[in-house]
């Protein structure tokens, strides 16, 4: 009688999930985690749940929990055509982390979920390698996580990746909205490059329009291009919480997905406007090549992309020395990229974009 007869027997693995490659995968995962740690940290890899010992935020007078979760979008498809995987997971945290980070809280666990179509356990491993790393970067722990396998759904290649992570901060020492005055001024943090939002739109542009190949060698860029799209997230969290300790610091706005100008609107009160110049910096390589090869706008690059820049502080204008002195020391280039004014009647506009890019 054939296997696949009515008789047959059925299984999880005849189904198409392999439980064995799974526990594979946990244990080569394993020393990754261990390094991505934190004291407080309670037991290890394997239980049900990640054990956080919260008797640490007893120092806080009035400690709020923040939390945030997201994924990287469609920048998995670029790791996977391309065969490398332990990067990914640094893109993962960057994405959650910096959203804790702007409230002023301070990163403490992250969880993570894969998801795959088949496990390849040197895969998942290399890919929680990589939020380990991270980890790691934002001094934050990775307390557990899942692997799901999902056959019928996925294909064999196919993953995602998703990340959860909890921070905390005083309650009198949140920043936002509240604390930004006329006459302060914006400080910008370079990006890496793309990092993870609007791969979408370079996808689109540089493989069905122009089609270019990931192998191709990009004289612009230095390098190729399938390179420079996997090029991970910059992390900001130990730098911003930095800039917290040296300087006043009013705002923070991590630059991601709808481009500087939306984001940065979202820490901008009523009643006031950031300006920002363009003239301050020249975007990398890669953004000019999107545009050109696309037949992008501007507009619609601005909406879209970072334009190289990840991280906004808003300080008083006493404290920029400072400021870009504490960063310079950490190694993140940052700049005076705009002011504060006040909002002329009738405009609605929390943020302007002047000039034209240097270069």
Same mark, same amino acid.
């Given at each position: 009688?054939?296997?696949?007869?009515?008789?047959?027997?059925?299984?999880?693995?005849?189904?198409?999930?392999?439980?064995?490659?799974?526990?594979?995968?946990?244990?080569?995962?394993?020393?990754?985690?261990?390094?991505?740690?934190?004291?407080?940290?309670?037991?290890?890899?394997?239980?049900?749940?990640?054990?956080?010992?919260?008797?640490?935020?007893?120092?806080?007078?009035?400690?709020?929990?923040?939390?945030?979760?997201?994924?990287?979008?469609?920048?998995?498809?670029?790791?996977?055509?391309?065969?490398?995987?332990?990067?990914?997971?640094?893109?993962?945290?960057?994405?959650?982390?910096?959203?804790?980070?702007?409230?002023?809280?301070?990163?403490?666990?992250?969880?993570?979920?894969?998801?795959?179509?088949?496990?390849?356990?040197?895969?998942?491993?290399?890919?929680?390698?990589?939020?380990?790393?991270?980890?790691?970067?934002?001094?934050?722990?990775?307390?557990?996580?899942?692997?799901?396998?999902?056959?019928?759904?996925?294909?064999?290649?196919?993953?995602?990746?998703?990340?959860?992570?909890?921070?905390?901060?005083?309650?009198?020492?949140?920043?936002?909205?509240?604390?930004?005055?006329?006459?302060?001024?914006?400080?910008?943090?370079?990006?890496?490059?793309?990092?993870?939002?609007?791969?979408?739109?370079?996808?689109?542009?540089? *493989?069905?329009?122009? !089609?270019? &190949?990931?192998?191709? /060698?990009?004289? $612009? @860029?230095?390098? =190729? %291009?399938?390179?420079?799209?996997?090029?991970?997230?910059?992390?900001?969290?130990?730098?911003?919480?930095?800039?917290?300790?040296?300087?006043?610091?009013?705002?923070?706005?991590?630059?991601?997905?709808?481009?500087?100008?939306?984001?940065?609107?979202?820490?901008?009160?009523?009643?006031?406007?950031?300006?920002?110049?363009?003239?301050?910096?020249?975007?990398?390589?890669? *953004?000019?090549?999107? !545009?050109? &090869?696309?037949?992008? /706008?501007?507009? $619609? @690059?601005?909406? =879209? %992309?970072?334009?190289?820049?990840?991280?906004?502080?808003?300080?008083?204008?006493?404290?920029?020395?400072?400021?870009?002195?504490?960063?310079?020391?950490?190694?993140?280039?940052?700049?005076?990229?705009?002011?504060?004014?006040?909002?002329?009647?009738?405009?609605?506009?929390?943020?302007?974009?002047?000039?034209?890019?240097?270069?």
């Amino acid at each position: 009688m054939s296997e696949s007869g009515p008789g047959a027997t059925s299984t999880y693995a005849a189904a198409g999930v392999d439980i064995e490659a799974g526990d594979r995968a946990v244990e080569l995962m394993k020393e990754w985690v261990k390094k991505a740690s934190r004291p407080e940290v309670v037991g290890g890899l394997g239980g049900f749940a990640g054990l956080f010992d919260a008797s640490a935020l007893a120092r806080y007078r009035r400690p709020l929990l923040a939390s945030a979760t997201d994924g990287v979008g469609t920048k998995v498809d670029i790791a996977r055509r391309i065969g490398v995987y332990d990067t990914i997971g640094r893109d993962l945290v960057g994405m959650v982390v910096d959203d804790l980070v702007v409230c002023g809280a301070e990163p403490l666990f992250m969880t993570d979920y894969i998801c795959v179509g088949k496990v390849y356990p040197e895969r998942v491993a290399a890919i929680v390698k990589g939020i380990a790393e991270g980890c790691t970067l934002a001094g934050c722990a990775l307390v557990g996580g899942e692997t799901a396998e999902h056959p019928g759904l996925l294909g064999a290649d196919d993953f995602d990746v998703a990340g959860a992570g909890t921070g905390v901060v005083e309650a009198d020492q949140v920043l936002g909205a509240d604390r930004i005055r006329t006459g302060d001024a914006v400080i910008a943090m370079a990006s890496s490059g793309l990092h993870s939002n609007g791969y979408s739109l370079v996808r689109h542009v540089l *493989f069905d329009r122009a !089609g270019w &190949a990931l192998d191709r /060698e990009v004289p $612009e @860029l230095g390098r =190729t %291009l399938g390179e420079e799209l996997l090029e991970p997230t910059r992390i900001y969290s130990l730098d911003c919480l930095a800039l917290t300790r040296t300087t006043e610091v009013h705002a923070f706005s991590h630059i991601t997905g709808g481009g500087l100008a939306n984001n940065l609107a979202r820490v901008i009160p009523e009643g006031l406007r950031a300006v920002v110049d363009r003239s301050t910096w020249t975007p990398g390589a890669i *953004f000019q090549l999107v !545009g050109e &090869a696309g037949s992008v /706008e501007r507009l $619609e @690059l601005e909406k =879209t %992309l970072n334009m190289g820049v990840g991280m906004m502080a808003v300080i008083p204008a006493d404290s920029v020395d400072v400021a870009l002195t504490t960063l310079a020391d950490r190694g993140v280039e940052a700049w005076v990229g705009g002011e504060i004014t006040e909002r002329t009647a009738g405009d609605t506009e929390a943020v302007t974009l002047t000039g034209d890019h240097a270069g």
